[in-house]
């Protein structure tokens, strides 16, 4: 309910926001009319018509971004007929004829003297097409979860809801507008003019949104207060994080968690043919939710790892479910090089539809659950750590399963790279997003939302800020170098840092170069740089940047792409 509140409000105050300026026009239009037959079902069309269109866009491929955009066009050419009947009774009158024929008009005659609600729907149909909104930290969330989880009721609920709270500021604007207007009307004799002028407006908005500014110039000088505002409105709606559970105490009874659910979702396993409940009966389970690029998978891997190797003869079946973070991990080839890459032999359901995410309601990567041999969830734990407490877990799940002589001892696991364990350092450096769906503390100014930018860094970035270079479109899970010789920077605090990275649709390799403080890293390489800083591009995956020798202060992270059509997604840090 919370974030259902948080949501409708953090609607409502889009129209704080120049995003919302290129369909004002398109409100207002109307704002001499009642507001039950034109505004209202003028309003709704739009909301829903947005909710429809982001749902999809959301949770569907490129097909449905292109379906949008060509929505769009339609949009805009209708917008325009509008806009000149506006302008001209004449054009008003020609143009009307075969929308009355239809008895679904988009415009009508000034001297008209009934109101057709289905042509005000219409018309918000053709509006809602046209609205992007700025994604705030709301609406982001909103669409992350979207493309995550797939399409739901709570998606398409959340995201009518904000579209509702946009339409009711929307409405109130449009109600004391169309009093002003209508007593503009009666003192100064000019409605032809005020008609007149509403087209004008109508065909100055169209031009906008044509020109892509909706998406870009505008949602650069969104007002910073309403980003602030919503995230605030995120903290109180959010409840905290769930936390892991605690070892259990020696003789204490364990817990139900639940049943093992079905397995059936995977798109394909690897290792492995598909496995039910029913046929691990009898077995402990580990069920290891994980994605290849990310950094708190690849550190626990080891210890997941080592202990499939060390109980698989006496009684536990791990099972990898390989849920995708970013799009390119849905690709099959992508999770079995990974597989392959990272040692794994236990059984690997891929699950890129999210459908055995959605079946144990997971919300985090790692994520482990233990089930017994009776197919009960006995136990979990989110995140790194608790190694030994997981152990002890198994341990007494196979002795209760009358499983005996188990190995003794705790799994060493012999890790390097980037699967060594974090620092240990609290203050260091928080993951960070590159795509405008989930980016924070970006230093450059405002981030132009699919629209190729040249950006500028300051010459001086707080802790944990970070800034681009060069000419970049962000995208919602990326950004793109669409010029070479583009850079990121960060000024961050860690020992380790990563950035999740890939080529280009043709996959031709990316050459870069990467500096701290100004200089050649040195001693303070990653595993994916020489000493001079020199690395490559050679596949979507996460690459080990920064491994400093000593210690973990603050330092000036700058990597540039000699090589356009990088893609660049999410720092972590260790």
Not at 14 to 39: E, Q, W, Y
Not at 97 to 115: A, H, I
Request: glycine residues 10%.
């Amino acid at each position: 309910m919370l974030l259902l509140i948080a949501t409708f409000l953090g609607g409502l105050i889009t129209i704080l926001s120049p995003c919302i300026l290129p369909i004002l026009p398109f409100v207002f239009a109307r704002a001499d009319r009642p507001f039950m037959r034109n505004g209202l079902p003028m309003l709704a069309g739009m909301a829903v018509t947005f909710t429809l269109v982001a749902s999809l866009a959301a949770v569907a491929g490129g097909w449905a971004v292109h379906a949008n955009q060509y929505g769009r066009d339609l949009a805009l050419v209708v917008l325009t007929v509008f806009g000149i009947s506006l302008l001209s009774a004449r054009v008003a009158d020609w143009i009307s004829r075969p929308f009355v024929k239809l008895g679904n008009r988009l415009s009508q005659r000034s001297d008209l003297q009934t109101d057709s609600p289905w042509s005000a729907a219409g018309l918000g149909i053709a509006t809602g097409l046209l609205w992007a909104p700025c994604a705030g930290p709301i609406l982001g969330t909103i669409l992350t979860g979207a493309a995550l989880n797939g399409a739901n009721v709570q998606t398409a609920l959340l995201l009518l809801t904000y579209a509702g709270g946009a339409a009711v500021s929307l409405a109130l604007a449009l109600l004391v507008g169309g009093r002003v207007f209508t007593l503009m009307k009666r003192s100064l004799g000019a409605g032809e003019w005020l008609r007149r002028g509403l087209g004008a407006l109508v065909l100055c908005g169209v031009a906008a949104i044509a020109l892509g500014m909706d998406t870009g110039w505008l949602t650069r000088v969104s007002l910073a207060g309403t980003n602030s505002i919503e995230q605030r409105l995120l903290d109180v709606a959010r409840p905290a994080p769930a936390k892991a559970m605690p070892p259990p105490k020696a003789g204490a009874s364990l817990p139900v968690e639940g049943e093992l659910p079905s397995l059936a979702g995977a798109t394909q396993w690897i290792n492995s043919a598909p496995l039910t409940p029913a046929s691990l009966r009898g077995k402990v389970v580990l069920v290891d939710f994980w994605t290849y690029s990310c950094i708190n998978c690849i550190r626990s891997l080891p210890y997941v790892n080592a202990w499939a190797q060390k109980y698989r003869d006496h009684g536990l079946v791990v099972i990898g479910v390989h849920s995708p973070e970013f799009a390119f991990e849905k690709d099959p080839a992508n999770v079995t090089k990974a597989v392959r890459d990272f040692g794994i032999s236990y059984p690997v359901a891929v699950d890129s539809d999210y459908a055995i995410w959605q079946a144990f309601n997971n919300e985090y990567w790692p994520a482990h659950y233990f089930i017994d041999a009776h197919g009960q969830i006995r136990g979990h734990h989110f995140g790194e750590g608790n190694y030994i407490g997981s152990e002890d877990l198994i341990r007494r799940l196979l002795s209760d399963a009358g499983y005996k002589d188990l190995p003794g001892g705790y799994v060493q696991p012999n890790a390097a790279g980037a699967e060594i364990a974090d620092s240990g350092d609290a203050h260091r450096s928080p993951e960070t997003y590159v795509g405008y769906a989930r980016s924070e503390n970006f230093a450059g100014g405002q981030i132009a939302h699919d629209d190729s930018w040249n950006y500028r860094a300051p010459t001086t970035l707080l802790t944990n800020q970070w800034s681009l270079n060069g000419h970049w479109t962000v995208q919602k899970q990326s950004a793109q170098l669409t010029q070479a010789d583009g850079s990121v920077i960060y000024r961050f605090r860690g020992r380790d840092l990563h950035l999740v990275l890939g080529p280009g649709k043709d996959g031709k390799p990316v050459r870069f170069r990467v500096t701290l403080d100004g200089k050649a890293p040195g001693a303070d390489h990653g595993t994916d740089i020489d000493a001079d800083g020199n690395g490559t591009v050679d596949g979507q995956r996460l690459y080990q940047l920064v491994r400093q020798a000593h210690g973990t202060g603050d330092r000036v992270f700058d990597i540039t792409f000699l090589d356009p059509d990088v893609h660049v997604y999410a720092f972590t840090f260790g």
